[in-house]
């Protein structure tokens, strides 16, 4: 049973477009949803992260929409540069659980 | 200060040897977490460490698989009569605490493992 589901497997995007990622749950009980980002041979490096108690969060071109009714989040990166090309994570994580669940990741190619 | 450091980056072994991989937390991290990465596939829970606490063994796939975490720092994957199946990256993470929801994971570059 796959607690976290995300979507797009894979996502191209023209050099300042922006780039949408989804992540649905199924545990109520998480309440901190990170995402990540993974360049290749590196390990994974947190971007962004959301509690419940706010349906958005913003960090320069990065914000998480957080949709609590639908158990939904997504990622939109706004002017998406050739930089931003890697893979993304979301993750979810319960109260006084040590480990997260993550999704199964998203490739995204930002063409310039 | 020095990140998540995990030895070796790379390692190719026979079908049925055992392996060793090994991670170094970031000092006074006590939270530590491996994780598996097959490729293009997301990552997967193997065990976590917390402390002096019993370490929550849940995600290890089956007993050829143990991890130790000594002196509360450095942590090693072992993995008995490696299978194919075994080939993946071996990610190691660490945190300041594990109980808290928003304590986050600084992940190593990881272990790359092939099983000829």
């Known amino acids: 049973q796959q607690q976290v589901k995300q979507s797009p497997q894979s996502l191209i995007v023209q050099k300042g477009g922006i780039s949408i990622i989804n992540c649905a749950y199924e545990n109520t009980a998480f309440d901190y949803f990170p995402w990540y980002q993974q360049f290749p041979g590196k390990g994974p490096a947190l971007l962004i992260a959301?509690?419940?108690?706010?349906s958005e969060k913003k960090e320069g071109r990065f914000t998480i929409s957080f949709n609590k009714s639908a158990k939904q989040f997504s990622l939109h990166i706004m002017d998406s540069q050739p930089g931003d090309s890697a893979t993304y994570f979301c993750?979810?994580?319960?109260?006084?659980?040590?480990?997260?669940?993550f999704g199964d990741g998203t490739t995204l190619t930002v063409k310039p | 200060g020095a990140g998540v450091s995990q030895s070796p980056s790379n390692k190719v072994t026979e079908k049925g040897k055992d392996v060793e991989l090994r991670c170094d937390p970031i000092s006074g991290h006590t939270a530590l977490y491996w994780y598996r990465q097959s490729l293009g596939q997301g990552l997967e829970f193997l065990i976590y460490?917390?402390?002096?606490?019993?370490?929550?063994k849940s995600g290890l796939p089956s007993d050829r698989f143990s991890a130790e975490r000594t002196g509360g720092s450095v942590s090693t994957l072992t993995i008995q009569r490696t299978q194919q199946e075994d080939s993946a990256v071996y990610l190691c993470?660490?945190?300041?605490?594990?109980?808290?929801?928003?304590?986050?994971?600084?992940f190593g570059p990881g272990t790359r493992l092939t099983v000829t």
């Open positions: 460490f917390q402390g002096n606490s019993a370490p929550d």
């Open positions: 993750a979810a994580k319960a109260p006084n659980a040590g480990k997260s669940t």
């Open positions: 959301i509690r419940p108690d706010v």
């Open positions: 993470a660490s945190s300041l605490a594990g109980g808290g929801s928003a304590n986050e994971q600084y």
